[in-house]
């Protein structure tokens, strides 16, 4: 007997049909859906039956683009509904929408995966590149365009960095993370069973989605830098350790064909991950000297483990014995210096492998690694570059015994893998606000080096024994494990000159003394403009100069998209930090320096995100060089790097656009589009700034700003170790970290902090025409206007209303509401778009879709943040708590559903 649906649910189940999507994504949807609402039914049917209720309002409401009566009422409706609701049933009805969001991006998850899989199987291996692999494409287009040779030489200086960082903008439980993989992996497997196998992979799903319903989505306490560092162990393990030289195989797979795993690898170990975790210490007090140390050993013990056991297990498998394969006389050389080296571990080994050298050979180098965890000093590795020359000796051997697919196959691999996490896994860099250094040495200069003249400051003692700990860790992890350490609000070469000053005064003596690679970050925009006057000083440096010696003139700049941002707009933001580019491009090639730009962006536009790979080619000329470093922070990490087919597509994507980007028609089509513009670009940055300072100069709009947004009540949320403060004194926005103020807009459906003052910008040029000509031919401009077109699509001005008149200042309201207006007109006259990321053929769908049960969370924040606001003081702490636990499961939904939300 067919069970027979409700009327909302039949509504709800038909918005979904119709839904311009591909058909996998909307069925998985509607699985999802039935599957949710199972769940809720069993907790409670009159829940299950708000929540339909809820559900058709919400999809009857539509959007808020030429909104119907209908419409209206719809969103009227809503609104009472969750107002008559007692705060458990809101409350559990709000773990139900957040359930169904990690359920949606399972969906589009699963769907660009299997997509990835289809594609690739339908390429033609003779094809002069893979047109799904970016690297591949990139390597091709630049061996037409500048000969093997050439393209030879860029590739082999490729690097990509991703540098892990622990911003709050991770809105979900680590808790919730394992239910997420485990659906993902019950999805994957869905399609296709029947019988009892399909009855079974249902009832799983149930069991995992009702304990996702049941998890609150808020953690109880918030994470330790410790506990944080399990993210990047946990990312390692999922996807980073196996899927990283699965790219450079595949590279290797197609430029070699058959002889790819039987020859030498042509593709170099270019991806390099480096960690702010347990090391960004600006305005974290939780992160400490010994954090630091603590945060490191975790790594390097972890990634000893992780090599011990795979070459342990290559090890067993190398079964040639000496007849069919001789083992070379730098192989007997190492077999002899092992035992000389152990003789218990080498003759446990022998006794496993009798005849097979090699085998034998490789199990005492796992042996070794372990005794490098426990410190050994008798048989530990003094460092990575050892025991990859011991796997160097074992590949010869074999491939001059003719074992060469074993050589460059299983052993290749291992070294690629050693290559790029060494013994360290991350690279951790060093980051603290130049303020403190300054602050510092006045301490001691006042007191003494040892507080001969009085008790140091607690937090000078805690600088000078950041750079001892920072000796500690290079001395057992390797140099790499900790050598960068980077200057936030870098006003002079003085702040520089500090870092190493302090790094003296820190060790009695001066061979203990780290090395280190200061490097400036420059991120408010009079500091942007003024980066090569202060680049010019640096490298006057005596400390400077001499590391530069060392490294071939390599030396590492770092830009803030964050607070450039918070401080300029949007608009003025991106022009200035591309001319910054530029002119330290410039100044580089002047001076002979090797350069790398590090980019510190976020996954919010309002933070320079967005896709990374069109941002590189949008990258002025001399910027890149084949060398690409960024933050990648929050729900980002996550995003980009829990599936290992999606990491891989992303790696490939982001390494490929950074060889690309040294093309001479890349070079040539950002060089000349940025001149053919430089008008507009003044006229859009001019009155953009103009806009956006007029905002920020209103009367207490600091005040106003934490009333209508859930500021408050996001820094309450124990997502990260991090304050949403800098706490060095300032009482504004000064104060505040960009990632809040992104995060608490975007939570406001607003998303103020990436668009705002762009419309006016645009009025002020009023030439359309040349905008969409801007659009065509300009690749900086095309790709701002296309992640600003993003960030309006998840808007909602009915809703951003809702949270405005919190403030009770029409004045504000009118220029906020005012701005959105005008920058999607000209957005979307821009684009030629109708609506939202129309000619997206399957993200603008997708995000339309999500956004009904987007806006149920929405409107439940706004509305409880109004009680709060409001009726506070009348609460009791019990009841003000719960209310606030409501909010932060809102924040929570409404982050998964929007995504890339800081």
């Not at 050598?483 to 001066?510: G, P, W």
């Not at 991120?523 to 010019?536: H, M, P, R, T």
């Not at 890349?666 to 053919?676: A, H, I, L, Y």
């Amino acid at each position: 007997m067919t069970k027979k649906l409700s009327v909302e649910e039949t509504a709800a189940l038909e918005a979904l049909q119709g839904v311009d999507v591909p058909e996998q994504i909307r069925n998985n949807m509607a699985l999802f859906l039935r599957l949710v609402r199972k769940v809720v039914e069993e907790s409670d049917q009159d829940l299950r039956a708000i929540f339909d209720v809820l559900l058709y309002d919400a999809i009857s409401m539509n959007d808020d683009m030429d909104e119907s009566e209908a419409e209206h009422q719809a969103f009227e409706d809503m609104g009472d509904i969750i107002t008559e609701l007692d705060e458990k049933s809101a409350t559990l009805l709000m773990r139900a929408f957040v359930t169904f969001f990690h359920l949606a991006n399972i969906c589009e998850e699963n769907y660009r995966v299997k997509s990835l899989r289809k594609r690739e199987s339908e390429v033609s291996v003779d094809a002069a590149a893979d047109p799904i692999n970016d690297l591949t494409v990139a390597y091709s287009q630049l061996v037409d365009e500048c000969g093997r040779g050439k393209a030879n030489a860029l590739l082999n200086r490729l690097e990509f960095h991703p540098v892990f960082t622990a911003h709050p903008t991770e809105a979900r439980r680590k808790a919730v993370e394992g239910k997420i993989r485990r659906i993902a992996e019950l999805l994957d497997a869905h399609e296709g069973l029947g019988g009892v196998a399909a009855l079974e992979n249902e009832r799983r799903l149930l069991q995992e989605i009702d304990a996702l319903f049941r998890t609150s989505p808020i953690a109880h306490k918030k994470p330790t830098p410790v506990e944080e560092a399990d993210t990047i162990i946990d990312i390692f393990d999922s996807t980073l350790f196996e899927m990283v030289p699965e790219v450079y195989r595949r590279f290797d797979d197609w430029q070699l064909g058959e002889k790819a795993g039987t020859v030498p690898p042509v593709c170099p170990a270019f991806f390099h991950p480096g960690s702010w975790i347990g090391s960004d210490r600006d305005g974290n007090p939780n992160v400490t000297a010994k954090v630091s140390r603590q945060v490191a050993e975790k790594y390097r013990v972890h990634m000893l483990e992780t090599l011990a056991d795979a070459t342990h297990a290559i090890g067993r498998n190398l079964t040639m014995d000496g007849i069919s394969t001789e083992p070379s006389k730098k192989l007997v050389n190492l077999w002899s210096h092992q035992c000389e080296m152990s003789e218990k571990i080498t003759t446990r080994a022998i006794g496993i492998s009798a005849s097979e050298l090699h085998r034998a050979c490789m199990l005492v180098i796992a042996e070794r690694l372990r005794a490098t965890i426990e410190r050994t000093s008798d048989v530990m590795y003094a460092d990575c570059d050892e025991y990859i020359a011991d796997l160097r000796v074992v590949q010869e051997s074999l491939a001059s015994a003719g074992a060469a697919r074993t050589a460059y196959g299983p052993v290749q691999r291992l070294i690629w893998q050693a290559q790029s996490f060494g013994f360290h896994m991350v690279e951790m860099e060093f980051r603290q606000h130049s303020v403190v250094h300054a602050r510092a040495l006045e301490d001691i200069k006042k007191h003494g080096r040892w507080g001969e003249r009085g008790e140091l400051d607690p937090m000078t003692h805690e600088v000078l024994d950041t750079f001892r700990a920072i000796g500690q860790i290079q001395r057992k992890n390797g140099v790499d494990a900790a050598r960068r350490y980077i200057i936030s609000f870098t006003k002079s070469a003085q702040n520089v000159a500090d870092v190493y000053e302090l790094a003296r005064l820190a060790f009695a003596h001066e061979d203990d003394v780290p090395v280190l690679d200061v490097i400036p970050l420059f991120e408010q925009l009079e500091d942007l403009q003024g980066a090569v006057g202060i680049l010019d000083e640096m490298i006057k440096l005596p400390e400077v100069r001499r590391r530069l010696s060392q490294t071939d003139g390599r030396l590492e700049v770092m830009l803030g998209y964050s607070d450039s941002s918070k401080d300029a707009g949007p608009t003025s933001a991106t022009l200035t930090l591309h001319k910054t580019q530029e002119d330290i491009a410039k100044w580089a090639d002047a001076n002979g320096i090797d350069l790398i730009l590090m980019h510190g962006r976020g996954g919010a536009v309002g933070r320079g995100g967005g896709p990374a790979n069109r941002a590189v080619l949008a990258q002025p000329k001399g910027s890149v060089n084949c060398r690409f470093k960024l933050t990648e922070q929050g729900e980002v990490i996550f995003a980009r790097y829990g599936d290992p087919i999606l990491a891989r597509r992303h790696v490939e994507s982001v390494a490929g656009a950074t060889l690309l980007q040294s093309a001479p028609s890349v070079e040539w089509t950002n060089t000349d589009s940025t001149e053919k513009y430089a008008d507009l670009a003044k006229v859009l940055d001019d009155a953009s700034h103009e806009r956006y300072l007029d905002l920020l100069n209103t009367e207490d709009f600091a005040q106003w700003f934490s009333t209508v947004t859930p500021l408050t009540e996001v820094g309450l949320m124990p997502i990260g170790s991090r304050p949403a403060k800098r706490g060095l004194g300032a009482k504004s926005l000064d104060d505040l970290r960009t990632i809040p103020w992104i995060f608490s807009w975007s939570q406001a459906r607003i998303n103020l902090a990436a668009w705002y003052g762009l419309g006016t910008a645009c009025e002020k040029c009023g030439d359309l025409k040349k905008l969409q000509a801007a659009y065509k031919d300009w690749p900086l401009f095309t790709t701002f206007i296309d992640n600003i077109e993003m960030s309006l699509s998840k808007t909602d001005e009915r809703i951003g209303k809702l949270y405005l008149r919190l403030g009770e200042r029409e004045d504000l309201n009118e220029k906020v509401i005012g701005e959105m207006e005008l920058t999607r007109k000209w957005v979307l006259a821009i684009v030629g778009d109708e609506w939202p990321l129309q000619h997206r053929r399957i993200l603008g769908p997708v995000i339309r879709m999500r956004l009904p049960f987007v806006n149920v969370l929405s409107v439940t924040q706004a509305l409880v943040l109004r009680t709060l606001r409001t009726k506070g003081e009348t609460l009791t702490p019990e009841e003000k708590e719960r209310f606030i636990y409501l909010i932060l499961c809102t924040v929570s939904g409404v982050a998964a559903g929007l995504q890339n939300t800081g």
